[in-house]
C-alpha cells in the first residue's frame, strides 16, 4: 500500500491496519488528523451539491492520468477502486472548494461599546496551523485616516494582547494572528491615533464581550 492508497482509505472511512503502511510512513502518520477531520466535513450533507456525471469522469480521469497508470481507461471496471475513492474525494474537495469556501471553525459579533453607536462586525474565523484567519465584515463604523486607524486585538484570560492588524473603515477586511482564539478569546477593536505606540489606545469601538 502507497501513501495515495493508505490515504483514499482514511478518507473513505476503512479500516487502516496499523502495522502496515501506517507504521512505516511519517507523512501519513502526521496527515491522519487533517484526513479525519476532513473526512467528518466531507460527511456533512450541507457540503454536498449533487455533481455532474460528466465532472466525475473528468475527476476520476484526470487522478488517473496523474497517478501515472498507462492502462486505458475503458469504463470504471479498469479504476481501481481506490483511484474512484480519490476520485470521488477530489470532486468532493473541488465542490467544498468552489460552491462552498470552507465553512469558518468559529464565528463572533462585535458589539459598539459607546451607547448610541450603531457599529458593529460580524467576524468569521479559520484556525489554521500559520494561525488564525479572521474575515470581518464591518458596518457603521466612520471612516478614518491617514492620522488614525482601528486596530484588532486578540485578548487571552489573563490580559495578554495580541494585534492581528488594522483597518480603515467599513467594509470586508481579513486580517490574521500568529494565536489561536482558544487561547486569545476576546476580540475587540480600538481606534488608534497614529502616533507610533504601539500599545492599545484605550479608545475601544467594538468589542466581542460589549
Ligand atoms: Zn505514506
Not at 39 to 45: C, G, H, I, K, S
Not at 162 to 179: H, I, K, Q
Amino acid at each position: 500500500m502507497n501513501c495515495e492508497e493508505l490515504q483514499a482509505r482514511l478518507l473513505a472511512g476503512e479500516p487502516v491496519a496499523a502495522e502496515g503502511h501506517l507504521a512505516s510512513c511519517a507523512a501519513c502518520r502526521s496527515a491522519v488528523p487533517d484526513l479525519e477531520a476532513l473526512r467528518q466535513r466531507l460527511a456533512d450533507p450541507a457540503l454536498w451539491e449533487e455533481p455532474s456525471p460528466e465532472l466525475g469522469d473528468r475527476v476520476v480521469a484526470t487522478v488517473v492520468g496523474a497517478a501515472g497508470d498507462r492502462r486505458p481507461v475503458r469504463g470504471r471496471r479498469w479504476i481501481p477502486a481506490w483511484v474512484a475513492a480519490v476520485g470521488t474525494v477530489a470532486a468532493a474537495v473541488v465542490f467544498v472548494g468552489v460552491v462552498r469556501p470552507g465553512a469558518p471553525d468559529w464565528e463572533v459579533e462585535l458589539r459598539a461599546t459607546a451607547s448610541g453607536s450603531v457599529a458593529v462586525a460580524q467576524v468569521a474565523g479559520w484556525n489554521t496551523d500559520a494561525g488564525t484567519r479572521m474575515e470581518l465584515e464591518v458596518e457603521g463604523l466612520r471612516r478614518v485616516g491617514p492620522d488614525a486607524y482601528y486596530e484588532l486585538w486578540l485578548t487571552s484570560p489573563d490580559g495578554r494582547h495580541v494585534s492581528a492588524g488594522t483597518f480603515r473603515g467599513p467594509g470586508e477586511v481579513t486580517l490574521w494572528a500568529g494565536v489561536r482564539r482558544a487561547d486569545y478569546p476576546r476580540i475587540w477593536v480600538t481606534l488608534e491615533p497614529a502616533d507610533g505606540d504601539p500599545a492599545p489606545s484605550g479608545e475601544t469601538v467594538l468589542d466581542s464581550e460589549a
